[in-house]
């Protein structure tokens, strides 16, 4: 009806659900679930996961409007949320949007360096032996992961991630199978399984303090949150469906069969890091393996390639929202219009860019990269990630959209329901941000600024 030809189906786009679900969030969670214990961690994972499913499906209904069968196509989530809740909420969740995508690049920093740092550290281990220093900065590691990404950012090639995004699925199962292979053979090697019913205790030989306590727990939401993150791609995914049947039907099932299987392997590699690890958990599980040490590294090494992409990919559309519109402010300035002409050896005409792309564009990569210096802290800038997409995206945008486009009578025990959820997943928000900040500030109290350390 657009003139587009459409030819996914529900196995293409469970692929793509699963692919946009799984990503570096994964290595966190026998962290989480440590935070919680065998009782509350599980129950936590799963939940996540109906809530995910459910406004999912809530979400497909609105990729058409003011019909989910017959209505207009949005062919975004922003489109959506234009259509169905106006031009002020647009702002709102552009400004959310965007902000999630700023802070995942920081994060993503962060978590390559400490790969990188895990390579060199294995690799020490493992030829020095397990007893000497291998303790490792990782402020140079930093550093170079953010003058990679300043020279990528520059390749128009990258402004089409089609690519970049087969890539980064590959590695991010290379790793996620690989923690899930070590922590299970380090649990059968321990006879018994690790940990409490409640999680890390208070006080006490290896316990921590009440504070502590709190606030790894309030994290520990807000990683399992973040580990979730998908609402803000299915509209493109769906996008993608061809019809019969109606869009909303094949995508409420991909959306199942993704994220029912991205849940068994959540609390599979969740609960058996837990078993293995105990109360111990790394924040990062692959931080927790030294040997064998190869195969440690490959782990690794699929980290670091996946975020080299994946920064790409979630960098672009700042860069492309930023340009158009300071290009439409300035529509004489030469700073933005004006292509220059650079030849490089072994490629094919020029590389054309504007001052504008070159400086601004740096610009954003090294203030990113600055932030990561400053805030080395993986859960913690994970878990408030979690906590800022987990209401306005997974929950409240795709509740409200539907309540409107579905006009559920105000009042009625539906609307009653759906407000509660919003509720609810507003007080986690809250709480796994509150956690997050109170970690951070912890932290910066006993770190040197600019001086990261594995």
Not at 76 to 101: F, H, K, N
Not at 185 to 197: C, E, L, Q, V, Y
Not at 225 to 232: E, L, N, P, R, S
Request: charged share 10%.
């Amino acid at each position: 009806d657009d003139g587009r030809v459409r030819t996914g189906t529900v196995w293409t786009a469970t692929t793509h659900a699963i692919t946009a679900v799984i990503g570096s969030g994964v290595l966190a969670l026998p962290w989480s679930v440590a935070q919680m214990g065998w009782v509350l961690g599980p129950i936590a994972l799963v939940g996540c996961a109906y809530i995910t499913y459910f406004t999912a499906c809530l979400l497909s209904d609105c990729y058409r409007s003011p019909d989910p069968v017959h209505g207009k196509r949005n062919y975004t989530y922003m489109d959506a949320v234009r259509s169905c809740l106006g031009p002020r909420e647009v702002v709102v969740c552009g400004i959310t949007q965007y902000t999630i995508l700023c802070g995942a690049v920081v994060g993503y920093t962060i978590t390559a360096a400490t790969g990188i740092m895990s390579v060199v550290r294995s690799n020490c281990r493992h030829y020095k032996g397990h007893g000497a220093d291998c303790s490792q900065e990782g402020t140079m590691y930093l550093v170079m992961f953010g003058v990679v990404e300043v020279v990528l950012s520059q390749l128009p090639s990258l402004e089409k991630v089609t690519f970049v995004s087969i890539v980064a699925a590959v590695m991010s199962f290379t790793y996620s199978f690989v923690a899930l292979f070590l922590s299970a053979a380090k649990f059968a090697s321990n006879h018994r399984a690790d940990g409490t019913i409640f999680g890390s205790h208070i006080g006490g030989p290896g316990g921590v303090s009440a504070a502590t306590r709190t606030w790894s727990f309030l994290q520990a939401l807000g990683n399992i949150a973040f580990a979730y993150t998908y609402a803000m791609l299915l509209i493109e995914i769906q996008d993608t469906v061809k019809a019969p049947p109606s869009e909303n039907v094949t995508m409420k099932r991909a959306s199942l069969y993704g994220i029912g299987v991205t849940t068994a392997f959540y609390v599979s590699l969740g609960c058996v890091g837990y078993a293995a690890f105990g109360n111990a958990a790394p924040g990062n599980i692959l931080t927790g393996f030294d040997e064998p040490f190869w195969l440690v590294d490959l782990a690794n090494i699929a980290v670091v390639v996946h975020l080299v992409g994946a920064y790409q990919v979630y960098v672009q559309p700042v860069f492309a929202c930023y340009e158009k519109k300071l290009r439409a402010r300035y529509p004489d300035a030469a700073f933005f219009h004006r292509e220059l002409a650079l030849r490089l050896p072994g490629r094919r005409g020029a590389l054309r860019f504007t001052m504008a792309k070159l400086v601004l564009r740096t610009a954003f990569v090294v203030a990113t990269t600055v932030v990561s210096l400053m805030l080395p802290f993986f859960n913690a800038i994970l878990g408030l990630l979690g906590a800022a997409a987990f209401f306005p995206l997974t929950v409240y945008f795709p509740v409200t959209m539907y309540i409107t486009q579905a006009k559920v009578p105000r009042g009625s025990g539906k609307w009653v329901a759906l407000q509660a959820l919003n509720v609810g997943a507003l007080v986690v928000s809250l709480l796994a941000a509150v956690g997050s900040v109170a970690d951070i500030v912890q932290r910066l109290r006993h770190v040197t600024m600019f001086k990261t350390q594995l």
